[in-house]
């Protein structure tokens, strides 16, 4: 499994619309399904956890944009094409955690998304479906979509009523939370996507990774962040770290 991480999405344009399409070929609805764990289990909203630190948790709400959804060809000759839609993940919402998509026929290797919302649909500003403000993931003061939102309690926190609140956005230089994920198929093996089979793509996601990552982020010390800057790139630059991997099931 390979994870590009930190790719400005225009070139993430360039790179996809330099391959080739595969014409005629019949596709059929593919499944993304997000799940997340905790020690390798579900994750249980508004259940106490504790964290790779020993502090303990316990998590709310748990939201986050993942758009640009396109499947990895194993040919990369071929071209695939992005779905122009952004999609909210609402673990407290479990129709929203499974995404279904019309995918062309093919061999793939794996999936790739945009994590936020790119500066090209950040300055059309408010928007309606899962963009609309009513979703609360809209910075009103800061006309601004919040990339992920993870919310809840936890008594080493330092906020008041022992909140935790990671509300990470922010796409304008020098601080981005945008990101692209690719994801590649276990141990890199392709699989086929045909009008005869039924693919489910079910994405791990591991929220031990959040904390533990490449900035290291112990609740104590940081119990909130709610502002565009360097705090909110680090702290989304954890949450990519939380994609584990790819399990394809395959319904004949």
């Given at each position: 499994m390979r994870k590009l991480r930190g790719i400005p999405f225009v070139a993430l344009l360039l790179l996809v619309?330099?391959?080739?399409?595969?014409?005629?070929?019949?596709?059929?609805?593919?499944?993304?399904?997000?799940?997340?764990?905790?020690?390798?289990?579900?994750?249980?909203?508004?259940?106490?956890?504790?964290?790779?630190?020993?502090?303990t948790f316990e998590i709310s709400r748990f939201r986050f944009y993942a758009g640009k959804i396109a499947p990895v060809y194993a040919d990369t000759t071929l071209k695939i094409n992005i779905s122009p839609a952004y999609h909210l993940i609402d673990f407290s919402d479990s129709a929203s955690t499974a995404i279904k998509l019309s995918a062309p026929a093919g061999t793939y290797s794996g999936i790739q998304f945009q994590l936020g919302v790119d500066s090209i649909d950040q300055y059309r500003g408010a928007q309606?479906?899962?963009?609309?403000?009513?979703?609360?993931?809209?910075?009103?003061?800061?006309?601004?979509?919040?990339?992920?939102?993870?919310?809840?309690?936890?008594?080493?926190?330092?906020?008041?009523?022992?909140?935790?609140?990671?509300?990470?956005?922010?796409?304008?230089?020098?601080?981005?939370?945008?990101?692209?994920?690719?994801?590649?198929?276990?141990?890199?093996?392709?699989?086929?996507?045909?009008?005869?089979?039924k693919i489910t793509i079910e994405v791990a996601m591991e929220l031990d990774n959040f904390f533990d990552s490449t900035n290291p982020l112990h609740i104590n010390e940081i119990s909130s962040c709610t502002t565009p800057g360097l705090l909110a790139e680090k702290i989304s630059e954890n949450f990519t770290g939380i994609f584990a991997g790819l399990t394809i099931r395959n319904y004949p």
């Open positions: 619309f330099g391959f080739q399409k595969n014409p005629g070929a019949q596709g059929t609805t593919l499944i993304i399904q997000f799940r997340v764990f905790i020690h390798g289990e579900p994750l249980l909203l508004n259940k106490k956890y504790k964290n790779p630190f020993g502090e309606s479906g899962d963009l609309d403000p009513i979703k609360g993931m809209f910075w009103t003061w800061n006309s601004g979509y919040l990339s992920f939102k993870i919310e809840g309690y936890s008594p080493v926190s330092n906020q008041p009523a022992q909140v935790i609140a990671y509300h990470i956005g922010g796409f304008r230089y020098p601080y981005n939370t945008v990101w692209k994920i690719r994801l590649d198929s276990t141990n890199d093996v392709p699989f086929q996507v045909s009008g005869e089979n």
